[in-house]
């Protein structure tokens, strides 16, 4: 894709700009859902809260104003300077199971009026569908990309390709294959609002990084995913895009939106946040308002509290801290918490794409453990030419020694403690970490060993590290300290 370029990185998450024939979008950002019959909030007012592009459903424009949306363009329709993606009905196709529109009339019809990026008539399969189901729909929807491509070969549009395939993992890597063979613009993730939904958020997480194994640069689009809680995860994952509905949709029911979750505004009494909206009214202000009113003050805070954690994520990548982002953001629910420790399986794909140097390592918790910089200091240890024939390793940084023993990391050239990741990193004294970090050292340890078996070690450690270090080979001399 000539129009992407990658501007700053970090875990697997990036900084990018994608140029459409409506200007540009700096991503990762929320495209938020416009439905032209009903603009909850007007499409001209969308900037305010810091979008730079919005979605909306090209089969409804169809039905409702066809010949109007021919005759102005989607920008007119929606009275809005900034680009536009458009949905193609599959929702509709999800919900009612079936539309009223063949691919290529609703492919070609995006492109007549104008839309900047366009998505054709794919088949949502919900999750946990059977596999012959999911093979079925996904072949349908290969088609119709294919014939999407060269309905588009003309335009100035960008094309995106939905990745399908259930939660059948090997499918969606199938389908993440097949699309990019065909060449999109970009990939959204579809149907996996079920997922989040029910929070579940380790299947997600487990799709996300299926599609990310094989869409190693172009801009991948998470259909439907529209609350905060989601989106450092999602980033870090590899999502560059996201739609928002959840705005309006939690709104209606009075549902506040937070970083952490979602409030109920009957049970409220402070506002968490100092957007507009919580700095102009109180819960109870609000609670005492007619509904319509209130609906759209609730909206117009989701909204900003959704794009400031947007700009949050961004400065993270900016300042390579997304891992501490992550790893704050998840423990708001356990099985958000579950999704991230999925990376663990993935360790090799997260290696590949986190940046090797860094300003700081700050240890927040145990899933600082998986991080890829553990992983290569771990690695690098085993690749060293060590001169000596007899090696001091201390977990007493007051000791002349060779290496020193480090929570996480395991054995540190005592040349390499002060450079990253294991000499910069803030970490809490042996005595109040978690056994974990403790353990995971050890392990690095007894690696170095064993990697070794012609080198003496002569090691030297306090009694935390005792009961880990049992098992040593016979080049190691354990010793404890006072």
């Known amino acids: ?14 900084i990018c700009r994608i140029d459409t024939p409506h200007g540009r979008i700096e991503t990762p950002t929320i495209l938020p859902v416009i439905n032209p019959n009903i603009p909850f909030i007007p499409s001209d007012k969308m900037r305010r809260f810091g979008a730079e592009a919005v979605i909306t459903n090209s089969y409804i424009i169809y039905r409702t104003m066809r010949d109007e949306a021919i005759e102005k363009g989607i920008h007119r329709i929606l009275d809005i300077n900034m680009p536009v993606m458009t949905d193609s009905g599959s929702y509709q196709l999800m919900v009612y199971g079936d539309v009223e529109i063949t691919n290529a009339e609703i492919v070609e019809f995006q492109k007549i009026i104008g839309s900047d990026i366009v998505v054709p008539l794919d088949i949502p399969t919900p999750p946990d569908a059977e596999r012959g189901t999911a093979s079925n729909d996904l072949k349908i929807t290969l088609e119709r990309e294919r014939e999407a491509k060269m309905l588009l070969s003309d335009s100035e549009s960008l094309l995106a390709l939905p990745v399908q395939g259930s939660t059948h993992p090997d499918l969606r890597r199938f389908s993440a294959e097949e699309s990019k063979k065909i060449g999109g613009d970009i990939y959204p993730i579809g149907a ?20 990310r194994s094989v869409i190693g640069v172009e801009p ?18 590899g ?26 505004l009957s049970e409220m009494n402070y506002f968490p946040c100092k957007c507009p909206i919580c700095s102009s009214y109180s819960p109870e202000e609000l609670r005492k308002m007619e509904k319509s009113e209130r609906e759209k003050l609730i909206a117009q805070h989701n909204l900003y509290v959704s794009f400031q954690e947007i700009d949050t994520i961004k400065q993270a990548i900016k300042e390579n801290s997304l891992f501490e982002l992550v790893e704050k953001r998840v423990r708001a629910h356990p099985n958000l918490l579950a999704g991230w420790r999925l990376i663990k399986e993935y360790a090799d794909l997260m290696e590949r794409y986190d940046p090797k140097m860094k300003r700081k390592f700050l240890y927040t918790g145990l899933d600082s453990i998986y991080r890829p910089a553990v992983r290569r200091h771990s690695n690098a240890l ?24 480090r929570p996480v990391f395991g054995p540190v050239p005592a040349e390499m403690l002060e450079t990253y990741p294991a000499g910069h990193a803030e970490i809490p004294d042996e005595d109040f970490i978690e056994t974990e970090a403790i353990k995971s050292a050890a392990e690095n340890l007894l690696k170095l060993l064993k990697n070794n078996p012609n080198k003496k070690f002569r090691i030297y450690v306090s009694e935390i590290w005792v009961s880990y270090l049992k098992d040593l080979p016979p080049n190691g001399e354990l010793n404890v300290l006072s």
């Open 1 to 14: 894709m000539q129009k992407f370029e990658i501007i700053d990185k970090d875990a697997m998450g990036r």
């Open 192 to 211: 996996v609002v079920p997922l989040m939904d029910a929070y579940r958020f380790k299947d997600l997480a487990r799709i996300i990084l299926e599609v």
């Open 220 to 237: 991948i689009h998470l259909f439907g995913c529209g609350h905060p809680m989601l989106f450092a995860m999602a980033v870090a994952l």
């Open 239 to 264: 999502c560059d895009l996201f739609d928002s509905a959840a705005y309006a949709l939690y709104a209606k029911d009075d549902r506040y939106l937070t970083v952490y979750g979602t409030k109920k």
């Open 382 to 405: 085993l690749n060293i030419e060590w001169e000596k024939d007899v090696l001091v390793i201390s977990t007493d940084f007051g000791m002349l020694a060779d290496l020193y023993l």
